[in-house]
């Protein structure tokens, strides 16, 4: 990295996406809405910084990983968090979010700009990124199915669990 770069990658990762003053965190609220232990999520709230420096040193479009992806959707909706503090104080640009119109074609897309992004970040930060968050593009663009469900109402079995307990139950 050159030292231009080098002082937008400090501005970026000491970005506080965590309002110190609230009761219930950014960081709080997405592992909570994901599922995920607050260690895990802090993890993903520093890929997602990686990859907004990356969004902002690359000349073609980057697709995140569905994690990154997802604080990403959160951070959105910080209006004033992510709008004037993150992208007009911190990044000095405004950074746009353009999901999929769909279709063969988008996928196709979405998968090169995915490998990538994995590339860029390689060669930007030494390292390949961390698999838990950036799996492969088969997993990333192959095991989307997600339904928002009230978890006050229903059970979330896992299929590998279920599957497992039925055969023992008609062994």
Known sequence: M???????????????????????????????????SLEYAARVVLEYKKFIFLVCLSKHPLTPSDQVDQVWHLHLIYTTSYWEDFCKNTLGKYIQHGPTRGGEGEKQKFDRWYEATK?????????????????????????????????????????????????????
Do not use: C, H, M
Request: charged share 30%.
């Open 119 to 171: 590339k860029l970040y390689r060669d930007t930060f030494g390292q390949a990124p961390p698999p838990d968050i950036w799996p492969s593009s088969d997993v990333r663009f192959g095991e989307i199915n997600f339904s928002r469900i009230n978890l006050d109402r229903n059970w979330v079995i896992p299929k590998i669990r279920l599957l497992k307990i039925w055969r023992s139950y008609i062994n």
């Open 2 to 36: 050159n030292a231009e770069q080098q002082a937008l990658w400090g501005k970026i990762k000491g970005f506080v996406i965590d309002d110190p003053e609230a009761d219930f965190s950014f960081t709080d609220r997405l592992a909570r809405e994901n599922a995920w």
